[in-house]
C-alpha cells in the first residue's frame, strides 16, 4: 500500500490527509518512515530510520521524547510544497490502529480539550519555556486532569484521527515560546 501524507495548516488550522500505509514496528530507540511518500521527509538510512535519531532531547532544561508513541513518521515539520504559508508545525506518526501516547516530558498538563482542527488535544507544559502538544487523538486516559502533574512516559491518551485527520495518527508538536520546533531534530 502506499502512504499519501498531506498536511497542511493555515490560518492556524490543521488539515491532515492521509491514505494508511501499514504500520511497521519500531525497534528500540529507532524510528523509522512510513512506507510510501512522505512529505517532509527527514533523512534516513538505507533501512528507511531516520538519521541519527535519539529517542529523547533536552531543549530549555527540559528532557523530551521526540516520539512519544509508536509509530512511523508519515509527515515531517516544516514547510509544504505548494501553498503559501502552509507549514506543518510538528511531526504525525501514523500508528494504523489507536495505540498509546505518553507524555513526552515531565510536567503539568494545561489543557485537554478539542481544538479547531487539531480534533482532541493535550497539552502539557514543561517549564515556562516549553510546552508540547498533542492532536487528533481518540479518547484521553481517564486518570488525566488539567492542572495535575505528569511524568514523562505516563499515558495521556490514544490515537485517532479526530480534528482534521483522515489516519488514526498522533500529531505532536513541541512548542519553544510558543513558537513550533522540529521533535526530530530540535534541541540536542
Ligand atoms: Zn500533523
New binding site residues.
Given amino acids: 500500500m502506499r502512504c499519501v501524507f498531506l498536511?497542511i495548516l493555515f490560518l492556524g488550522l490543521?488539515a491532515?490527509v492521509t491514505a494508511p500505509p501499514p504500520a511497521p514496528g519500531r525497534a528500540a530507540g529507532a524510528l523509522s518512515l512510513c512506507p510510501g511518500r512522505v512529505a517532509n521527509a527527514p533523512a534516513t538510512d538505507r533501512r528507511g530510520r531516520i538519521a541519527g535519531f535519539a529517542p529523547v532531547t533536552e531543549i530549555s532544561g527540559v528532557s523530551l521524547l521526540r516520539a512519544p508513541v509508536d509509530g512511523c513518521v508519515s509527515?515531517g515539520f516544516g514547510p509544504r510544497r505548494g501553498g503559501a504559508g502552509s507549514f506543518?508545525h510538528?511531526v504525525?506518526l501514523y500508528t494504523g490502529s489507536p495505540r498509546t501516547i505518553i507524555a513526552g516530558g515531565d510536567g503539568v498538563v494545561e489543557l485537554i480539550g478539542s481544538q479547531r482542527g487539531y480534533g482532541r488535544t493535550v497539552i502539557i507544559r514543561h517549564n515556562r519555556t516549553v510546552k508540547t502538544r498533542y492532536a487528533h487523538l481518540s479518547r484521553y486516559d481517564g486518570d488525566l486532569r488539567e492542572g495535575r502533574r505528569v511524568r514523562r512516559g505516563d499515558p495521556i491518551g490514544r490515537t485517532g484521527d479526530s480534528g482534521n485527520a483522515t489516519a488514526v495518527h498522533l500529531?505532536y508538536e513541541i512548542l519553544v515560546r510558543g513558537k513550533p520546533a522540529n521533535p526530530l531534530t530540535a534541541g540536542r
Fill in positions: 498536511c490543521s491532515c509527515s506543518h510538528g504525525d500529531h
